[in-house]
């Protein structure tokens, strides 16, 4: 019989049981801690704002008509434009303007034209007069010693009195002219004024936000052309409910949201308007805005009015993690970041009201590091 031997193959087994193999791998170490700054969460005075929404205007706006009728030549400008103080914007047909101006130097030239004529007439008329006085004084002379009958003085007194009317007639005649001279270069004045709105330009540097017209248009007095605002000077107009009215002062400081910038503002009230709207029960605050690049009126901003304090949670806002419509923070707990769920309410100064998710007591992690996670061991730093 054939003898087998086993002991080669139970040797593995064997060394397996003594311990002999493979090591087994030993267990990972622990990730470091990481750096965090902690900021204790407390019940602090919390401001009480009201938001009121409204719309950016501009301060200065002018509304561009002509004050003659006339048809449209030419519009130099469309909206969107910025034009300068004095631009030209529009031109009308100045025919008829401009035979007005000549019809009143036409009369002026006829006056002209008749002042030497008028002035020849005064120094005749004064020449009589001087030889009528002469006459009449040798005359009378002659007449004291009887020399001449009374006939001979009766006649020259009377030629020294029509020579005298002549020169006042001459002398009335002249200021007529003077007179007609000084009406017709008001008539002058007048039309070339009225031939100057034929032009009409821009009462003040800004940009054009509306035109209603064309060339060949018919312009007529006080018709809407142009609208021009003036740039760089806007305000916020909102719109404030009336119990509120004790809580708003001209010349405060408030906070302003402009959608179109993305941003918050600081602004001043300047103007109240006191009448209030029967139908809103509201009235018109005005808030001069600061100078900002692009800004332009119709946009939609809110203004937020302080109305004193309250007590609440609050944390800084960048310890406030967003995730889509989930608001989250990181709570120290027992030497570990656990993320927690949480309600907001406002935020003021770079903080954030906290509705609900947090107590007075916890710490939250402020600023949160980026490769903070849920469960990671931290260490609270100063």
């Not at 009409?200 to 017209?213: C, E, H, L, Q, R």
């Not at 001043?268 to 800004?295: G, M």
Request: hydrophobic content about 45%.
């Amino acid at each position: 019989m054939k003898r087998f031997s086993y002991f080669p193959a139970i040797l593995p087994l064997l060394l397996a049981g003594c311990g002999g193999g493979e090591p087994h791998p030993q267990a990972a170490s622990p990730a470091p801690a990481v750096a965090i700054q902690a900021v204790a969460v407390t019940v602090s005075p919390w401001p009480e704002v009201y938001e009121a929404t409204g719309t950016v205007r501009a301060r200065t706006a002018a509304v561009i008509a002509s004050k003659v009728m006339a048809y449209v030549e030419r519009v130099v400008v469309q909206v969107g434009d910025s034009v300068r103080e004095g631009q030209p914007l529009v031109t009308l047909d100045s025919r008829d303007l401009e035979a007005n101006v000549r019809r009143a130097q036409a009369a002026r030239s006829e006056i002209e034209s008749a002042i030497p004529e008028a002035d020849n007439g005064v120094a005749a008329a004064k020449a009589n007069l001087d030889l009528a006085e002469t006459t009449f004084g040798r005359m009378k002379e002659l007449e004291s010693k009887k020399s001449i009958s009374r006939q001979e003085f009766d006649e020259a007194s009377a030629r020294l009195k029509a020579s005298q009317a002549g020169y006042e007639m001459a002398r009335a005649k002249r200021a007529q002219l003077n007179a007609k001279m000084a009406e017709v270069e008001q008539e002058i004045g007048s039309a070339t004024i009225m031939r100057g709105y034929a032009r009409i330009a821009a009462p003040f540097a800004g940009v054009v936000t509306a035109k209603s017209v064309e060339p060949g248009n018919l312009a007529t007095p006080g018709a809407p052309l142009l609208t021009i605002e003036r740039q760089g000077a806007y305000r916020l107009e909102v719109s404030v409910d009336e119990s509120k009215l004790p809580f708003v002062k001209p010349g405060e400081t408030v906070d302003v949201s402009l959608d179109a910038l993305g941003r918050r503002l600081a602004a001043r009230v300047s103007e109240i308007v006191p009448a209030v709207d029967a139908a809103s029960r509201a009235y018109t605050v005005k808030i001069d805005l600061p100078a900002v690049a692009d800004l332009r009126s119709g946009v939609f901003g809110r203004a937020w009015f302080p109305m004193g304090a309250r007590q609440a949670i609050a944390i800084p806002e960048q310890a406030v993690i967003e995730r889509g419509q989930l608001l989250s923070v990181f709570v120290v707990e027992d030497g570990a970041a656990r993320a927690r769920l949480v309600t907001v309410g406002g935020r003021a100064r770079n903080s954030v009201e906290v509705l609900s998710g947090l107590s007075a007591g916890e710490k939250v992690v402020s600023p949160v590091p980026a490769a903070l996670t849920d469960g990671s061991r931290v260490e609270v730093r100063p």
